[in-house]
């Protein structure tokens, strides 16, 4: 059975570009997840999808960031315009419970902002 | 605010040397709390969820304990292929008002030398 997969695993873009990250989770997954490392800090949760809907996206950073998961199959998060602050790691993670329970991660994308 | 502190930051042990990782913990309400294994440049992996004060889990060289503000995770005689960063989180229940997402410490860089 295939993991979590996101796209793409490095992206460095300009400041004030647009960049797309990708999350394929687990088939069958219908909980899933976005998370953040930025440099020497702990990951941070940004949000929660339940299917298509959003769960809960008390995590996310500012209007800067817009996910979606039409369908509720694979995610998208959209970072725009891209601040140097950006920069970190994004994992994404799938859970077939829901809260509580055990979620897989992807092997994130590494985003720099130049 | 839920909180999760992980000590020590970095161990270093010998082959067969065992050893205990503790992870502290304030939460409102503990959903549960997890363990995961993270190599460099890959995304966290699952070990362990333990749900309340007493529960422990084994997983081969490995033993989780909870308490009511602390868990432990030991190493039984490790090998160098148990050198990774050990990831602690909690998920806070719906009464404490926290997200849906996991809280992580900063993790225990540990390395077993041959």
């Known amino acids: 059975e295939a993991g979590v997969t996101q796209f793409p695993s490095h992206s460095v873009i300009e400041k004030g570009q647009t960049v797309t990250l990708r999350c394929d989770p687990i088939?069958?997954?219908?909980?899933l997840y976005w998370y953040r490392r930025v440099m020497g800090k702990e990951i941070k949760f940004l949000l929660h999808?339940?299917?298509?809907?959003?769960q809960d996206e008390s995590g996310m950073p500012n209007n800067r960031f817009l996910a979606e998961r039409t369908g509720g199959t694979y995610s998208t998060l959209k970072v725009q315009p891209a601040e140097l602050e950006d920069s970190g790691v994004y994992f994404c993670?799938?859970?077939?419970w829901g809260l509580g329970t055990e979620a897989f991660f992807g092997q994130g994308t590494r985003l720099t902002v130049v | 605010e839920d909180q999760v502190t992980q000590s020590p930051e970095a161990l270093r042990l010998q082959e067969g040397e065992s050893s205990s990782l503790n992870c502290s913990y304030t939460v409102s309400g503990l959903r549960g709390l997890f363990w995961y294994r993270q190599d460099p440049g890959k995304g966290p992996e699952f070990l362990f969820t333990l749900y309340s004060a007493g529960e422990e889990k084994e997983k081969e060289r490995l033993k989780a304990t909870l308490t009511k503000k602390e868990s432990f995770l030991h190493i039984t005689a490790p090998k160098p292929e148990d050198s990774a960063t050990y990831l602690c989180a909690v998920q806070a229940g719906n009464s404490g008002g926290g997200a849906d997402g996991l809280t992580f410490g900063k993790g225990t860089h540990l390395i077993i030398q041959p």
């Open positions: 993670a799938s859970s077939q």
């Open positions: 999808f339940v299917k298509e809907s959003k």
């Open positions: 088939s069958g997954h219908d909980n």
